[in-house]
């Protein structure tokens, strides 16, 4: 069975751009989670998708925005890029929730210059 | 405090020992416990999951979940220098699943 994927792998954006990243969940997986990853704030939750609707958003700006479409890919975006957006972003699919098993992507690595 | 607190690194063990790495979480009502490793440059790994008191063996690795002192651990047996990585603890909550700041550990041929 195939792994979660993520395109792209590597993204350089400027400061006040905005960036789309993708997800493609494990099939037969309809949840999608994404995090985010740096070096000082370890991973933090970003929000949950599942069948198509937001059931959780963790602590971040309205900046910060997804969707999920009906083959449960995802889609994450960014906009008004700023420095500290720099990150590793991993998307986990499961087949329940976040509180069910979850299965990483091998993640974004954006760098805001 | 944070929410999810893991046990400060690094951890250095033999290989052929046990290591036990520790977490506490904050959140009473957290529903769901996992166990994660992580290689440097690559993404988190899913070891264990736990949800109900207790232990949860499964091959080398054992999780063990103590709600009432909010406490979990892994242990793992016979540590391989393979096993050398960041281990991260994930409690999942109401809302949202929070992370410690993993340990890093280390076994030595």
């Known amino acids: 069975k195939a792994g979660v994927t993520q395109t792209p792998r590597y993204l350089i954006k400027t400061r006040g751009q905005q960036v789309t990243l993708s997800c493609s969940p494990i099939?037969?997986?309809?949840?999608v989670s994404w995090y985010q990853q740096t070096p000082g704030q370890g991973l933090q939750f970003l929000f949950e998708?599942?069948?198509?609707?937001?059931?959780n958003k963790g602590n971040f700006p309205g900046r910060f925005s997804g969707r999920q479409f009906s083959n449960s890919r995802s889609e994450m975006n960014v906009s008004t890029l700023e420095l500290g957006d720099s990150a590793l972003y991993l998307c986990?699919?499961?087949?329940?929730?976040?509180?069910?098993?979850?299965?990483f992507g091998p993640g974004t690595r954006l760098t805001v210059t | 405090q944070k929410e999810v607190e893991q046990n400060s690194g690094p951890l250095s063990v033999p290989e052929g020992a046990i290591a036990s790495l520790n977490c506490t979480y904050s959140?009473?009502?957290?529903?769901?416990f996992f166990w994660y490793r992580q290689y440097s440059g690559k993404s988190p790994e899913l070891i264990m999951s736990?949800?109900?008191?207790g232990d949860k063996e499964d091959g080398r690795f054992t999780a063990q979940l103590n709600k009432a002192s909010q406490y979990v651990s892994l242990l793992i047996r016979d540590s391989q220098p393979s096993d050398s990585a960041t281990y991260l603890c994930?409690?999942?909550?109401?809302?949202?699943?929070?992370f410690g700041a993993g340990t890093r550990l280390t076994v030595k041929p």
């Open positions: 998708y599942f069948s198509e609707t937001q059931r």
């Open positions: 994930a409690v999942g909550g109401s809302n949202d699943m929070r």
């Open positions: 099939s037969g997986h309809r949840s």
């Open positions: 959140d009473r009502v957290s529903q769901s």
């Open positions: 736990i949800y109900s008191n």
């Open positions: 986990a699919s499961s087949r329940a929730g976040y509180n069910d098993e979850q299965y």
